[in-house]
């Protein structure tokens, strides 16, 4: 069963790091372009980056310089390194996989930043 499967998360202080992960199986994982998203309560879902299918990046104002995307190919896996984080980064986090035939969307996994 083709399915994207996000880990990582946890509980950190402000000024620490994370890093997400979002596996991708079967069709799924053949470079399609990813996004992250984040919803905190009460707030809408917002894209805070996206890699396309040729590697080119984007991210939101609020996290430029501190977020990194990238993708491991052979493992199918699409990563969200988070530095210098601050409390209002904590939220739910998603990825989704952009496919010809549709949108693909992990779990969310909680991210809570203590200030």
């Known amino acids: 069963q083709e399915q994207v499967i996000l880990s990582g998360g946890g509980l950190v202080q402000a000024g620490e790091s994370l890093r997400l992960s979002c596996a991708a199986s079967g069709r799924l994982g053949n470079g399609n372009g990813v996004d992250w998203y984040r919803q905190a309560p009460g707030k809408e879902r917002e894209k805070v980056a996206g890699?396309?299918?040729?590697?080119?990046?984007t991210y939101t104002d609020s996290v430029k310089g501190r977020f990194t995307i990238s993708r491991d190919r052979a493992r199918k896996t699409i990563y969200l390194q988070m530095i210098s984080l601050k409390p209002e980064d904590s939220g739910t986090y998603y990825c989704?996989?952009?496919?010809?035939?549709?949108?693909?969307w992990s779990q969310g996994t909680q991210v809570t930043v203590s200030s």
């Open positions: 989704n996989v952009r496919t010809p035939w549709g949108d693909a």
């Open positions: 890699i396309s299918s040729l590697g080119s990046t």
